[in-house]
């Protein structure tokens, strides 16, 4: 504004006298210097920190003086710098888009004149387009499957009969020449052995070379398996180049290539960026789709279920992905045509049948009989070791990734192809000698799932089982274990050094190898084991640890759990192993989540992209206040000429505005958005019917309308979601997570106070200590206090813990200084102060304060015996007449409680939390952190007792109503035998029996439930809905 460009006019002139007056700076800056800390120039060291201040203060007048020479012809408005790095990403409001969706779908019915073939034009296409990802999803994961196998037989050799024909069947038709000569490579001559070794080497080097220069040059984000873009685009942000067509297309060629070249990775999480990619692409056929980025954001989950179903064959499996691991928003009807893409998924790959086996299984197994109950500790065991090698890899991978990052020393000296060429150099030269590693993971992954026993005749003639049977026995030696704990610590460290290099690349193959290798081994121990102790009564089989190890190693990488185990279900068959699949998931991810994140979490992290992830015991200290922004551009409601607007809509930055009334009222009165503001008065002047000059107005919003202005009311957003600044930042994470919306304006007594932003608010949990529990003063105790008393500590030597978190976190923000200018032009000096050691010293011990004020009120208020209660309960007794007043029509809901979920988060935490993690001994935090999965499990044991008991009541009452058993009378017609007599052996009589009998159970029941419990009636689940819902039914 106007008035503000004379403002800073009249700053910078000052600015200018006052560094002429360095004897006048010193010594108010040692007056506030004294104000703020008391006694500070008695010593010599805090002589000398007021020095390194005073400097500080200078070197800021000058930087300020330089930044308004620069810029005082530019837009006012700038980006934070901490900000700047997601300059890239814009944010989607879910709400914006579901009603630019709704007046979209209300103008083609309007517009249309036949009603049925516009609903058909607008809900047919949300069946349609899904179903369309899923067979073009198949369809590139068939090919890249053909493809890879072709390319992979050329490592090995070449068939005389056709260069492009299965290497299978080729070996099949003996057409196949090695390279190493014929026979087997173990009878292979030295020479010829080198021989098909250097073939080997240089071949994959080639292949994976060729995919590494494709992706650099033509399409750099289809390296990596796209997962970690793909959750980002979901929670609500745009990358436009990372679905682009371009992309797609690299991805599918390059993963071709590097699958081919024996690299330790997989085509599985990259099927899920190419099935969005296809979304995006579909999304373009639709109007409703391209121009919506909600809309748009509803087919990637879908078309994400569908990359899962494709990649592993399991439709069920890929819904339940994408939804536990990717999907921010994920409604049911998302849920819905995510199911329906799944299938069309399946179905294609069905209709193309690439295994030859005619079934989605990929590595089916065969299990007879389920695990005896003392094998489950050993699954445990394998869920351990799942989660430790998880974070491991994790850990490492991260290290490894930051180190070749763009801009880092290693990148600048070694190209990223060079990078690719010396990893797959490397890999195929350690992964040549050993059977296990040479062939493609897939293949040693379907043997190690096998086993060798009578039960595997089943199993197809061709499938070679790599010598781990001894005919019908599986083999148990020393040599192969060693053989397979090799193999597998190879392919982890191979693993850990290209999952995010330069290829496209995924890490669900190399993971199930890893865990399936380890498993073996230890079912083989096991089957050892119980050959001489005899401890479990069913047949060991090493095949079922395989897959346990398998699917926790995967667990413990990217830490899912209940779309894991429906995954490891549909790719084996194995229908027994569930319970041992959930057991060894849920503890691969405890132990995991015990050290690091999950590897998608982590490069999320690490690659820098805005994503906000799941609530995790925020702190109710912490409120909005604390991280709004202040400093903020308005537009009035008298919004000056149009020219001047449109080169403020134009020049800025920013998203939006708050609009308010005028620049001394701030009252709020809604939000305009940039672009829409901007395209509407380039369409004004488009047309030639107005100029720069004329005035434009939201005549709404005022009471004097002015003649001749342009009104703008139209574009006034009013549904911007509005809170108090004392909103609890838990409350605030659930409303940016769970609303979808990227804006949330703050707002006291309707005045405009400060506006959180999605990037902003995902930015202060990023960097800063605000919002975990941990960090809140009032559990830390000297956290926020510390702050105040920093200064003095260490004047005196005595930098305590508290003061050294405090100047670590203040060393890496810049010391900047703000001036404040009175009516009349005049510079306040007193003013001219640094912020950061203001915010220290003046509110540090006010903050700890409020907090204890806000946390006595919490605990009053919601304490039985606290004042407050009593206030209540004094005042319904005096108001007797309450009930009469209520509405009628809410009369019959009087007897339901309805429950607040926020005011009971911040009850837990202000009466129960915050007390044990400040004043609590250990054994208290330790319970504390336990009870949440005590009382789960505590609560599946009482329900499985409970439904045992029922099982054998039920089935024992039954029986009697047919006859008895003379030996035991509470025995069951099948557990009785011999001994089971019948009531009559006459028809008659024995219905009667069975009649009498049937009536008496069912009237004794009715009269326990009426007589004790009129509420155990029916199945109970619309009760318990209701009660989930928010409602108190205790009864």
């Known amino acids: 504004s106007r008035r503000a460009q004379q403002k800073r006019g009249q700053v910078f002139a000052h600015l200018v006298d006052m560094e002429s007056r360095h004897e006048h700076e010193k010594i108010e800056v040692d007056a506030v210097a004294s104000r703020r800390l008391p006694g500070v120039l008695g010593t010599e060291r805090r002589h000398q920190s007021l020095q390194i201040m005073r400097q500080r203060v200078s070197m800021s007048l000058q930087q300020v003086a330089t930044t308004f020479q620069r810029g005082k012809n530019k837009s006012p408005g700038k980006k934070k710098h901490s900000l700047k790095i997601w300059d890239r990403f814009e944010t989607v409001s879910f709400p914006n888009e579901e009603s630019k969706d709704w007046h979209h779908t209300s103008q083609v019915m309007e517009t249309r004149q036949n009603w049925c073939r516009a609903a058909l034009h607008t809900r047919l296409i949300t069946w349609l387009l899904p179903g369309l990802i899923g067979f073009l999803t198949a369809s590139s994961g068939v090919l890249i499957e053909k493809v890879s196998d072709r390319l992979n037989g050329v490592l090995f050799g070449y068939c005389t009969s056709n260069a492009f024909a299965d290497p299978a069947e080729c070996r099949a038709s003996g057409s196949w020449v090695n390279w190493w000569g014929n026979g087997s490579l173990g009878s292979q001559s030295w020479p010829d052995y080198l021989q098909g070794w250097m073939f080997y080497v240089l071949l994959a080097t080639a292949l994976a070379s060729f995919s590494a220069t494709i992706v650099r040059f033509f399409a ?451 939000y305009v958005h940039t672009q829409q503001v901007r395209s509407h008065l380039e369409n004004l002047l488009s047309t030639g019917s107005v100029g720069t000059d004329i005035p434009v107005i939201f005549g709404r919003f005022l009471q004097e309308k002015r003649g001749g202005a342009v009104d703008l009311s139209k574009l006034v957003d009013e549904t911007t979601l509005r809170i108090v600044p004392e909103t609890p930042l838990a409350q605030v994470h659930n409303i940016f997570r769970q609303l979808g919306i990227k804006i949330v304006l703050v707002t006291r007594f309707a005045e405009l106070a400060g506006i959180i932003t999605k990037k902003s608010f995902v930015h202060h949990l990023e960097t800063g200590s605000i919002g975990h529990i941990t960090h809140d003063p009032a559990v830390a105790g000297t956290a926020h206090g510390a702050g105040g008393d920093y200064f003095e500590s260490i004047a005196e030597g005595t930098d305590n813990g508290a003061g050294k978190a405090v100047h670590k976190a203040r060393k890496a923000q810049t010391l900047h200084v703000r001036f404040r200018a009175d009516e009349g032009g005049s510079v306040d000096a007193h003013a001219t102060e640094a912020p950061q050691l203001q915010n220290d010293i003046r509110q540090s011990r006010h903050r700890r304060e409020s907090l204890q004020k806000m946390r006595d009120m919490f605990v009053s208020a919601f304490s039985s015996k606290g004042p407050n209660t009593n206030l209540v309960r004094a005042g319904t007794a005096e108001e007797n007449g309450l009930v009469q007043r209520v509405k009628k029509s809410l009369k019959k809901y009087n007897k339901y409680t309805t429950v607040s979920f926020p005011t009971e988060d911040a009850k837990d935490f202000h009466e129960h939390t915050s007390s044990i993690l400040s004043k609590g001994s250990r054994l208290q935090k330790f319970a504390h952190a336990l009870v949440p999965w005590l009382i789960p499990a505590l609560v599946g044991f009482l329900t499985a007792t409970v439904g045992s008991l029922i099982e054998v009541a039920s089935d024992w009452m039954n029986s009697l109503r047919f006859g008895r058993c003379l030996s035991n009378s509470f025995l069951g017609r099948e557990a009785c035998g011999a001994d089971w007599v019948a009531w009559s052996t006459s028809e008659m009589q024995a219905f009667a029996s069975y009649v009498v009998i049937s009536v008496a159970f069912a009237a004794v029941s009715a009269a326990l439930v009426r007589a004790f419990a009129p509420m155990a009636r029916g199945s109970g689940i619309p009760e318990v809905k209701t009660i989930l819902g928010g409602f108190v039914m205790n009864e």
């Not at 390059?254 to 579909?282: I, Q, R, T």
Request: glycine letters at 10%.
């Open 220 to 670: 750099p984000t289809a390296r990596g398996s796209g997962i970690p873009e793909v959750k980002t685009i979901l929670g609500g942000f745009v990358m436009a180049e990372v679905l682009e067509f371009k992309t797609l297309v690299v991805k599918v060629v390059g993963l071709a290539f590097s699958v081919s070249s024996g690299m330790a990775l997989g085509k599985e999480g990259p099927l899920v960026h190419v099935a969005c990619c296809w979304a995006n692409f579909c999304s373009k056929l639709s109007p409703r789709y391209m121009q919506n980025e909600g809309k748009r954001r509803e087919l990637i989950s879908t078309a994400a279920a569908a990359g899962v179903a494709v990649a592993f064959g399991a439709p069920v499996g890929g819904v339940l992905f994408s939804y536990e691991e990717v999907s921010t928003m994920f409604p049911q009807k998302t849920m819905i045509r995510a199911f329906f893409a799944a299938v069309v998924a399946a179905l294609t790959l069905l209709w193309y049948n690439p295994t030859g086996t005619g079934k989605l299984t990929m590595f089916e197994a065969f299990t007879p009989d389920m695990p005896s109950i003392y094998e489950f500790p050993w699954f445990v065991a394998l869920g351990v070791m799942g989660g430790i090698l998880g974070a491991l890899f994790v850990h490492w991978n991260i290290k490894v990734s930051a180190g070749r990052a763009e801009g880092t020393a290693f990148r600048r000296r070694v190209p990223i192809i060079a990078e690719v060429a010396a990893i797959a150099l490397l890999t195929a030269l350690t992964s040549f000698p050993s059977t296990y590693t040479r062939e493609l993971s897939p293949v040693t992954i379907r043997a190690l799932f096998h086993s060798c026993d009578d039960f595997a005749e089943a199993r197809p003639v061709s499938q070679d089982m790599m010598g781990l049977c001894d005919g019908p026995e599986p083999l148990l030696s020393l040599s192969l274990v060693s053989s397979l704990v090799i193999a597998s610590a190879l392919r982890f460290l191979q693993m850990t050094i290209t999952f995010g290099t330069g290829v496209p690349c995924g890490l669900f193959v190399p993971s199930l190898y890893t865990g399936a290798c380890l498993g073996r081994c230890l079912g083989m121990f096991v089957r050892w084991l119980n050959a001489y102790f005899g401890f479990a009564m069913a047949v060991v089989h090493p095949g079922v640890y395989a897959m346990v190890g398998a699917a926790a190693v995967l667990g413990g990488v990217c830490r899912v759990t209940i779309s894991l185990v429906v995954i490891m279900y549909e790719l084996t068959s194995a229908l027994q192993l569930i319970v041992p699949f959930m057991l060894a998931v849920l503890t691969a991810k405890w132990v995991g989540d015990s050290f690091t994140h999950g590897i998608y979490d982590c490069c999320i992290r690490l690659r820098g992209y805005p994503y906000l992830h799941e609530p995790d015991d925020f702190t109710f200290g912490t409120r909005a206040c604390d991280i709004m922004d202040e400093e903020l551009e308005c537009v009035c409601a008298d919004a000056g000429s149009l020219g001047d607007l449109l080169r403020q809509v134009s020049d800025t930055q920013f998203g939006g505005f708050p609009l308010v009334r005028s620049p001394s009222d701030r009252t709020l009165l809604g």
